[in-house]
């Protein structure tokens, strides 16, 4: 397996959180609208897209 640069890892993070920022604006237009059961979805795949970041900046930590 190739081990990937810390600039590929950075750029993945940065493709993923472009990502959770609509989610994260969807959401805010839910709450303002009052739809609790549509929030919970998209909390969920907030949810997933932070532990894909965690995930990828763990192995940015690691990377020597």
């Known amino acids: 397996m190739?081990?990937?640069s810390d600039f590929e890892i950075l750029d993945e993070v940065e493709m993923v959180?472009?990502?959770?920022?609509?989610?994260?604006m969807?959401?805010?237009?839910?709450?303002?609208t009052h739809a609790p059961e549509?929030?919970?979805?998209?909390?969920?795949?907030?949810n997933a897209h932070d532990h894909k970041i965690?995930?990828?900046?763990?192995?940015?930590a690691q990377n020597e």
Request: glycine content about 6%.
């Open 38 to 46: 549509e929030a919970r979805e998209l909390m969920g795949k907030i």
């Open 17 to 24: 959180r472009s990502k959770n920022n609509v989610n994260w």
């Open 54 to 60: 965690s995930s990828l900046l763990g192995e940015l």
């Open 26 to 32: 969807d959401i805010l237009r839910l709450a303002f």
């Open 2 to 4: 190739k081990k990937r």
